[in-house]
């Protein structure tokens, strides 16, 4: 790098978080800070890449652009042929899109993306779409392998040890959920109670967030007195 | 073996790394001037002991990282400790006291034991003690947005606060005194980037009615308010010790944070948290009577303790909403300022130390300027004054929300000498410390003490006469012994391999019984669980008697990786809802909790303890 001015160095250390540090001391003692960005516009930056991605239905789709911005959007990552935690998740998944009714394509908006773009083609994900009887309001994208993985990354779809983060059979059955315009961002587990899920998403409606009906009742699963709900512990 | 390998990689690749940031800086051509300006040369021409300029500098800055840790704070391990926020100076600014919460006349509308729905109240259900336990003092807080400064070479931030400042004011209460809280939520449309505007305050070790107890989904919206009484009554008051509840045990450090389903962190991590501080005829806060422990407010000091990031960019504290592992900063703050110091007296001090979250665990150590150890004092754990003082000098170890009363001597100093609070245990991701020590000076500094000279008294009790404050109460036989073990499903949190849902009770506690509970830790994390409403007395902790320090009655339990913890419980007097829940913040929002209920019936759930 024999040509690098320090402009540039400094330009290529704000970006190699190492050396972040040093960069920050200069700006400093200038006492002088780059303006501000709008949060929402960070947010798009860091967690949000504009990638184009397929739908199920071969058509093309900018992620933020047309999924993310100003929506309510339910977002997870799947494959087609995965035998773990993606077929209870899809399942449950159902169900809540059947709760949230006809909601669902018009002002919250479902998104599974697989983690197998190589062999998760929009018609194989269409496939998925059919055999499942997914409605409309749910899409299922594909795009450019390390494309998905840095939009998987971004999104915190990713464990922070690179070992289990290479294994797929570990992947997260968490699932994201936000309001893009409010800048709410969450995650509830994939495989937790359907109604449950409906209300968190249900939250991000904004306007007022209030205690919802339901917190305030006692529904009681498991409440008779002597009951033992037995299951196999795992003990060490 | 394995781990001494793996900390040469590490060092390894820190060799590797800071060569190659030499050869950018020597390629760059910076001028000797260019790079004294960005600190990295000292004036006498060495290269300073930087992250990534010398190997030797790892652990110097803000703590270390190892091998699977990603660098880019945003990126889900949030931060490493490798400093990604701007510079900024230690110890240039005081560290701040919250204020002392100041009492109402009067409410209006008048509190009232039903919900004021109609008049904008988020309460669901009555207030169980309001006619039994009547507020003799009012207190209206409004959490809004504030700018505030967490250090001068900083811009401004907006926090969301108490009444205006972080931490929120301090609440100082005394037992036999009921107050109610009446708490509005004006908090600004514009999050400016994360948190929701939707708040549940929860009273963090309180023996509080469950309506007023900050249960995560017992939350409020914008505008709306929401009444809080706290009785300040002892456990047992309506059952095992009538009329006034049992004197062992009395709690003295609370605190208050919101505790909203899914955004706790985010909301904390902005600023909704402050100290609720309880005294009574024993823990007097004169230092002339009772336990004659250091008055308060001069020599009886809060401090929170939290790490957060700030970008590196534009200086704007930055919450992580991609992290699910845990939040680690690089900034480490007292009171809300980052780095501050604290002047003091040549004599003794009673701190309140809280670790304010998000994730981290600390070891705290007081580090003198020869590296040498301060020895210190431990009174409380959680809150609650221990039988005796424990004298430590090997550190104190707190998880987030841990509440550690520490009585720290300065009579033997001179005028001038620093002593700093240093972090010595090295964790490089959310899902736990590695357990290495640091040495002293190499651990994150989190606070510099400044002896003053002023001529002082002290009629403080001195530690080492061993006083003696409340007993550990004596235990009734257990109804039920239920067992929890907490793990990790394809990253989702399991209890017994279930699920959180707010609506969902796991199992029902008979009031005015016992129970003891056992809590199983996971492979690779490291918890704090927390359990609301009554605290617990620790019985085994794989199977040994614990240590003086934890031999006492809390709210917080330490799970580290694999650990079996044994805890005692009554459950006294009121009735409701109550969560039990990771307080590293980011497992929490992502639904490592769950729900039980307190009523007169109770049932056996979870009783399953596989060995039993």
């Not at chain 2, 017992?218 to 006034?244: C, E, I, M, R």
């Not at chain 2, 959180?500 to 199983?520: G, M, P, Q």
């Amino acid at each position: 790098m024999p040509d690098m001015n320090r402009r540039k160095l400094l330009a290529t250390l704000a970006v190699a978080p190492l050396a972040a540090g040093v960069v920050g001391r200069a700006a400093t003692s200038d006492n002088k800070f780059k303006v501000a960005e709008s949060s929402r516009e960070k947010l798009q930056k860091r967690y949000f890449p504009n990638f184009e991605l397929t739908t199920h239905e071969g058509k093309k789709v900018r992620f933020y652009d047309d999924l993310v911005k100003d929506k309510i959007v339910v977002i997870n990552f799947m494959y087609v042929k995965c035998e773990g935690v993606c077929m209870p998740v899809t399942m449950n998944l159902k169900k809540v899109q059947n709760l949230l009714g006809r909601r669902v394509g018009r002002d919250i908006f479902m998104y599974s993306i697989t983690l197998k773009p190589e062999e998760d083609t929009p018609r194989a994900l269409s496939r998925y779409v059919q055999a499942h009887k997914i409605k409309p309001g749910w899409t299922f994208l594909t795009g450019k392998p390390e494309e998905i993985n840095t939009l998987r990354r971004s999104l915190g779809f990713k464990d922070a040890k690179a070992k289990l983060d290479k294994d797929l059979t570990n992947h997260t059955g968490m699932v994201k959920y936000g309001n893009e315009a409010r800048e709410w961002w969450a995650m509830f587990p994939g495989e937790a109670n359907a109604p449950w899920i409906v209300e968190c998403i249900q939250w991000m409606d904004g306007g007022n967030a209030e205690t919802t009906g339901a917190a305030g009742q006692n529904k009681t699963k498991r409440n008779e007195p002597g009951h033992n709900h037995s299951k196999v512990r795992n003990k060490g | 073996m394995a781990n001494i390998s793996k900390r040469n990689r590490r060092r390894e690749r820190e060799i590797k790394n800071a060569a190659k940031n030499r050869r950018e800086i020597i390629a760059a051509r910076l001028t000797r001037r260019d790079m004294i300006k960005a600190g990295l040369l000292t004036s006498a021409g060495y290269l300073i002991q930087k992250n990534g300029l010398s190997a030797r500098a790892q652990f110097s800055g803000g703590g270390s990282f190892g091998d699977d840790c990603d660098r880019r704070w945003w990126d889900g391990s949030g931060g490493n400790g490798t400093p990604v926020s701007p510079p900024t100076t230690p110890f240039v600014e005081p560290m701040p006291i919250p204020p002392i919460a100041q009492t109402v006349p009067a409410l209006s509308p008048a509190p009232t034991v039903a919900p004021n729905t109609g008049a904008g109240e988020g309460r669901t259900r009555n207030h169980q003690a309001f006619t039994t336990l009547p507020p003799v003092k009012f207190y209206e807080v409004h959490q809004r947005e504030q700018l505030l400064s967490m250090h001068p070479e900083l811009p401004l931030q907006r926090l969301w606060t108490f009444n205006g400042t972080v931490p929120g004011q301090t609440y100082v209460s005394q037992y036999g005194q009921p107050i109610l809280v009446r708490n509005f939520n004006d908090l600004p449309n514009d999050n400016g980037g994360f948190g929701l505007q939707s708040v549940s305050t929860h009273l963090h070790n309180g023996h509080t009615p469950s309506e007023s107890d900050g249960f995560p989904c017992d939350f409020f919206g914008q505008t709306k308010w929401y009444d809080q009484h706290y009785p300040n009554v002892l456990a047992g008051f309506a059952s095992s010790h009538p009329p006034t509840g049992d004197i062992r045990e009395s709690m003295s450090t609370l605190w208050y944070h919101d505790h909203r389903v899914d955004f706790t962190a985010q909301n904390v991590y902005k600023g909704l948290a402050g100290f609720y501080l309880l005294f009574n005829q024993f823990d007097t806060g004169d230092e002339t009577t009772g336990f004659r422990l250091p008055s308060f407010p001069n020599f009886d000091i809060p401090m929170m303790f939290n790490d957060k990031n700030f970008d590196p960019d534009d200086g704007v504290l930055a919450f992580d909403l991609a992290n699910r592992d845990g939040i680690l900063g690089d900034k480490f703050l007292v009171n809300g300022k980052i780095q501050p110091f604290f002047e003091v007296k040549r004599r003794r001090y009673r701190f309140r130390w809280l670790n304010g979250g998000p994730s981290r665990f600390y070891r705290m150590y007081l580090t003198k300027s020869n590296l040498t150890n301060h020895p210190f004092w431990v009174i409380a754990n959680d809150g609650n004054l221990l039988p005796n003082p424990v004298q430590t000098t090997t550190g104190l170890m707190m998880g987030v929300a841990e509440r550690m009363d520490v009585i720290v001597d300065f009579s033997s100093f001179a005028a001038g000498s620093i002593i700093h609070i240093e972090n010595r245990l090295e964790q490089c991701d959310g899902a736990g410390p590695t357990n290495n020590i640091l040495a002293a000076g190499q651990g994150n500094k989190m606070l510099q003490f400044r002896v003053v000279s002023d001529p002082v008294t002290d009629n403080s009790v001195d530690p080492a006469t061993n006083p003696t404050f409340y007993q550990v109460p004596t235990r009734v036989t257990e109804r039920i012994r239920r067992c929890f073990e907490f793990d990790r499903r394809n990253g989702q949190w399991v209890i017994n391999d279930e699920l959180f849902d707010c609506n969902d009770v796991r199992f029902r506690v008979k009031r005015n019984t016992a129970e003891i509970w056992e809590l199983n830790g996971g492979f690779n994390w490291s918890h704090p669980i927390h359990i609301h409403f009554e605290e617990h007395q620790v019985l085994k902790r794989n199977g040994q008697t614990p240590t003086l320090i934890e031999r006492a009655r809390k709210d917080v339990i330490r799970l580290g990786e694999n650990d079996d913890v044994e805890i005692y419980f009554r459950f006294r007097d009121f009735v409701g809802r109550y969560p039990m829940h990771c307080h590293n913040t980011i497992h929490e929002d992502h639904a490592m909790m769950l729900r039980f209920d307190i009523d007169d019936v109770g049932n056996n759930n979870e009783n399953d303890c596989g060995h039993h």
